[in-house]
């Protein structure tokens, strides 16, 4: 169980107009966490929304552009699969991770046992932190 970190639900992302499912904020690591309730496949389409979400934070979210993102697609019914867990130089998971409704806990923990924490996020200077989407 993890003991200290922060939640959010349906957080907006304006830039594009939609909701993440959910923000899971633990140490420096920002989980960005998108399921797809009753799906029994990993579809690509799928993954692409979760890792676009990853990246309109990293790019555009002040507050996320320390931090470490790992976006995570849950399709509940799917099967277990391998995950590579592996930051590129910027801070983002290279991949999307693929969990379903038995094993989010321990691919959030494989994470968490990978990662170096230099610096924690403060949740509210992060949820406080300016979106500045491209100027058009």
């Known amino acids: 169980m993890f003991k200290k970190g922060n939640i959010l639900f349906e957080f907006k992302i304006p830039r594009i107009g939609k ?15 998108e399921f797809k309730v009753g799906s029994n496949k990993y579809l690509n389409q799928d993954k692409v929304q979760t890792i676009d979400y990853a990246l309109d934070l990293k790019n555009f979210h002040e ?3 320390n931090a470490n993102i790992v976006p995570i697609l849950v399709s509940t019914e799917a099967k277990n699969t391998s995950n590579i867990i592996k930051f590129s130089k910027d801070g983002i998971l290279n991949s999307c991770l ?30 406080n932190s300016s979106y500045l989407p491209t100027p058009t």
């Open 19 to 33: 909701r993440v499912d959910n923000i899971l904020i633990i140490k420096n690591i920002i989980f960005v966490i």
């Open 63 to 65: 507050g996320s552009h």
């Open 98 to 127: 693929l969990a379903n409704k038995f094993n989010l806990k321990n691919l959030i923990d494989d994470v968490l046992n990978k990662t170096n924490f230099q610096k924690e996020i403060i949740f509210s200077e992060w949820i």
